[in-house]
């Protein structure tokens, strides 16, 4: 029997692979809240397609995210799912980050939209991240960790770019086949 590529599996979810130009561009910003069914149908379709996926892969150890721009829809949308014991999912509409820390750490990513390698990315412990509720109201939030990391990652792709453009100069991303700590969470010293 053939094994299908991890990457393939994603885009037979529904989730654009990269290489398309959708995932290259920056999203659209809603309007809200004239923009309020329009957002509420996409982050519909986002919990849909994360429903799929993680019934196809496990992400109990990190969490996941997605970004609209990854299901074909060109909007600044995303939601993140943090791994168990966390919150409930975190949406995301217009979000802006607006501060970082200067602590980093640098952890293996994976991206559903890469999904046949992972990549060692320095991101910041700690980011400030400005969104936009459905009734029009600017949210101001800080995340730390891991899930600083989720979502840093998923308001990057709403900007055009995908974890690799994060990378140390000269860091190549491994194949999935040489990443060790498949479903294990990151580790941050307390």
């Given amino acids: 029997m053939i094994e299908v590529q991890p990457s393939q599996r994603m885009r037979d979810l529904g989730v654009v692979q990269h290489g ?18 329009a957002a509420t149908r996409i982050v519909e379709k986002l919990a849909d397609a994360m429903d799929r996926i993680a019934q196809a892969h496990d992400f109990s150890g ?31 509409l217009n979000p802006c980050i607006i501060a970082a820390s200067e602590e980093m750490d640098e952890q293996y990513e ?8 992972r990549g ?9 991240v400005e969104s936009t509720a459905l009734d029009g109201a600017i949210v101001t939030t ?23 453009a994060r ?10 086949e040489e990443y060790r700590q498949t479903g294990r969470a990151w580790a941050y010293e307390q």
């Fill in 167 to 176: 990378m140390r100069t000269g860091v190549q991303p491994i194949p999935v």
């Fill in 110 to 117: 994976g991206c559903l939209s890469f999904f046949d390698v």
């Fill in 62 to 92: 990190k969490g996941m995210g997605l970004a609209a721009p990854q299901i074909g829809i060109a909007r600044a949308a995303a939601a993140v799912r943090p791994a168990p014991g966390g919150a409930e999912p975190i949406v995301l």
């Fill in 20 to 37: 398309a130009g959708i995932l290259a561009e920056s999203a659209g910003a809603f309007d809200l809240p004239a923009d309020c069914s």
């Fill in 120 to 128: 060692m990315v320095p991101r910041p412990l700690r980011i400030t």
């Fill in 142 to 164: 800080v995340y730390e960790r891991g899930l600083a990391r989720l979502i840093h990652h998923e308001i990057d792709h709403l900007d055009g770019l995908l974890y690799t």
